[in-house]
């Protein structure tokens, strides 16, 4: 019998280079190897499972490689080939399966079914998507391996956002989750059970769309057979974020249009505090739309019947659930205040600070103390939100509000 371990340490590390290459064995196949170079390198013989050709595959030089590493993968060399595989086949596999692994990360597979996705929604709902993934995901994920996505790193991600993003983001991820199985790239989803650990999403009074069927939506209110000053007043609220009744009750002198700034005084508003909102583009559009209808007025939405008083708050809602889309399509799906919930939506999928946020919303943030010392309205942060969420509005119209 051969005799094993024939090498030591001390051994390799005394040996010197000659004008030949010197083989040095140390058993059951393996060899160092010593070059005219002074190169030193441990080989492994063996014989081909099936051609029983001889042949020999290099484990590494020395010192980088010690003599106890390279008897452990000569170990696990002889062990594969008992099983009638080939060592170096089986290395060149593990290569590859972690070159696919590189380049197949999740990052790599969103970007392609980014691409796969463009020819199925519209380009801004896309990038919405893409956005949330942004913010959210990606931070995270981006250069984990696709095959290294299970349920405990995803739901990490998923329980620090609000009910309603966490199940959107859980689409999202899962969408791209089984693209890579259709691909290929996945045997199966590991992740296909997770929304059943998320919190469910409240229902409200004031339910909205998901924010992707706002383009249809809008299309929808273009097309309905109401008065334009409804349509009007619908998209004043969404662009300006308030309530059906402080929307409806604005009045003219409440305009600054040099500063372009409506100041709600506290009677008309929820909290009872004075709030004041920066016009965009898009609302200076709709009331120069008004002005010529009731701007002899005291309110830019008056009564249609009675032009001395604001028009009814339920007009609005009652629109959305009857006029806008057939058959009831929005009915108990999108209310006149829910409108405001589409715009807090896309703040959160864009990362807009929570606070500013809530500002636009003229939300309280905070404890009773904090709101003691803070009394900031983000007035100027505001104007910058007001005027991306009305261009936003106008693309998803189409660059046409009516």
């Known amino acids: 019998m051969a005799k094993l371990n024939n090498l030591t340490n001390t051994q390799i590390e005394r040996a010197k280079a000659t004008s030949r290459v010197q083989i040095l064995n140390d058993g059951q196949g393996l060899f160092l190897e010593i070059k005219p170079t002074g190169t030193k390198a441990f080989r492994f013989r063996y014989n081909q499972p099936i051609t029983k050709k001889r042949t020999k595959i290099t484990i590494g030089n020395y010192p980088a490689v010690t003599l106890a590493q390279a008897r452990k993968h000569k170990d696990e060399y002889l062990t594969l080939l008992s099983k009638g595989i080939d060592p170096q086949t089986y290395r060149q ?151 059906p009744n402080e929307a409806v009750t604005a009045e003219w002198a409440d305009f600054d249009f040099k500063a372009r700034l409506w100041t709600i005084p506290p009677e008309r508003m929820k909290q009872r505090k004075i709030h004041t909102i920066p016009l965009s583009d898009e609302v200076i559009e709709i009331l120069d739309l008004m002005r010529p209808l009731t701007g002899r007025y005291k309110y830019v939405f008056p009564l249609l019947s009675d032009a001395t008083r604001p028009m009814n708050e339920s007009t609005s809602n009652n629109a959305i659930k009857k006029s806008i889309g057939h058959n009831g399509k929005y009915k108990g799906r999108q209310t006149a205040h829910g409108l405001r919930g589409l715009a807090r939506t896309y703040f959160a999928d864009i990362g807009i600070q929570h606070e500013h946020a809530e500002a636009c919303l003229s939300h309280k943030v905070g404890s009773a103390v904090s709101l003691a010392y803070n009394h900031s309205t983000y007035l100027e942060q505001r104007k910058e939100i007001m005027a991306l969420w009305g261009r936003f509005i106008k693309e998803c119209s189409n660059n046409e509000l009516f």
């Open 93 to 243: 596999k593990l290569q590859t399966d972690l070159l696919a692994q590189a380049s197949n990360t999740f990052l790599a597979v969103a970007n392609k079914w980014k691409e796969k996705k463009r020819h199925e929604v519209m380009e801004l709902t896309l990038s919405k998507y893409w956005r949330s993934l942004e913010l959210h995901v990606l931070p995270t994920l981006a250069n984990v391996p696709i095959t290294d996505i299970k349920p405990p790193l995803v739901i990490a991600i998923l329980e620090k956002r609000t009910p309603d993003m966490s199940h959107r983001l859980n689409g999202y991820i899962n969408d791209i989750l089984n693209y890579a199985v259709n691909s290929g790239l996945l045997e199966y989803n590991p992740c296909m059970r997770v929304s059943a650990t998320l919190k469910p999403i409240n229902k409200s009074n004031n339910p909205h769309i998901d924010i992707e069927e706002l383009p249809a939506f809008l299309l929808d209110l273009k097309r309905a057979t109401i008065h334009i000053q409804t349509k009007a007043v619908i998209l004043f609220q969404l662009l300006t974020m308030t309530r």
